[in-house]
């Protein structure tokens, strides 16, 4: 039983219709949902599912996604299995997030351009982010020069599209899989891309904007070292300064 991933195809949905198929404890397994469960270094999305007519409702406190079926854990006794229910994300903090995310999508990108290298770990966070690459070096005039690069690739609005693609092929094509480790959970048939149009291609399963000048603009605030040679970089969007 695999849930449908409403939020691959459309990460602007923030509300939907969906019924219970299963419920184990405090949880229950939806046919579809728009839920991000987290990933990637990106958090789950928060929010509340309905039922009744809206005379019941639960927030939504935990997600996770096992063997392909999204597992929600509510902070209400959940309804039987076939109720159908109203899925409502918090949007504010989902945008907040596809925004950071498309952000993290444009910097792997302008690294692996500038140094062919891969990214060692990242985690959003509400009010900033944080990247690791698998460098032993980075100068400060450099850093300023990958932020404006970035900063140039938001003003210009490349649109981004997304498609899948046979997991196998995703993977034997090494320059799209830009994280070190492998991350694919091994039940996946298939692998999303996202696509900057005109600028780069590379395996992401994340949500993200469909312009990048939604993003805004972003500021890199700190630079660490985090062993012989792993660099972190952490940033936030400009306006949250």
């Given amino acids: 039983m695999k849930t449908k991933l409403l939020y691959q195809t459309n990460s602007y949905t923030y509300e939907c219709s969906a019924k219970i198929v299963a419920v184990s404890g405090d949880e229950v397994a939806l046919d579809a949902t728009i839920f991000y469960p ?3 270094g990106q958090m789950a999305d928060r929010g509340l599912l309905s039922w009744n007519q809206g005379a019941n409702q639960a927030h939504v406190i935990s997600i996770s996604n096992r063997n392909g079926t999204v597992w929600h854990t509510l902070d209400y006794i959940p309804p039987k299995p076939e109720t159908e229910v109203t899925e409502s ?3 504010n903090f989902r945008y907040r997030s596809m925004r950071t995310h498309t952000a993290f999508l444009l910097l792997c990108s ?3 351009r500038e140094f062919g290298i891969q990214v060692t770990g990242g985690q959003i966070y509400p009010d900033r982010a944080r990247m690791d690459f698998a460098l032993e070096y980075l100068e400060k005039d450099r850093i ?3 932020e404006q690069q970035v900063n140039t690739l938001i003003a210009a609005d490349y649109p981004i599209h997304t498609y899948m693609l046979p997991r196998e092929k995703a993977l034997s094509l090494s320059a799209l899989v830009r994280a070190r480790i492998n991350q694919l959970p091994p039940h996946l048939d298939e692998v999303r891309m996202a696509e900057v149009v005109g600028f780069d291609v ?5 949500t993200l904007v469909n312009h ?3 993003i805004g603009g972003i500021q890199i605030i700190r630079s660490e070292n985090k ?6 970089l952490e940033i936030v969007l ?3 300064l």
């Avoid at 590379?202 to 994340?206: I, L, P, S, T």
């Avoid at 062993?227 to 972190?232: H, P, Q, S, T, V």
């Fill in 227 to 232: 062993g012989r040679i792993n660099k972190r």
């Fill in 110 to 112: 302008v690294i692996w």
């Fill in 212 to 214: 990048t000048r939604e």
């Fill in 238 to 240: 400009k306006e949250a």
């Fill in 202 to 206: 590379q395996v992401d399963g994340g």
């Fill in 144 to 146: 300023a020069e990958l």
């Fill in 89 to 91: 994300i918090d949007w």
């Fill in 38 to 40: 987290g990933g990637g």
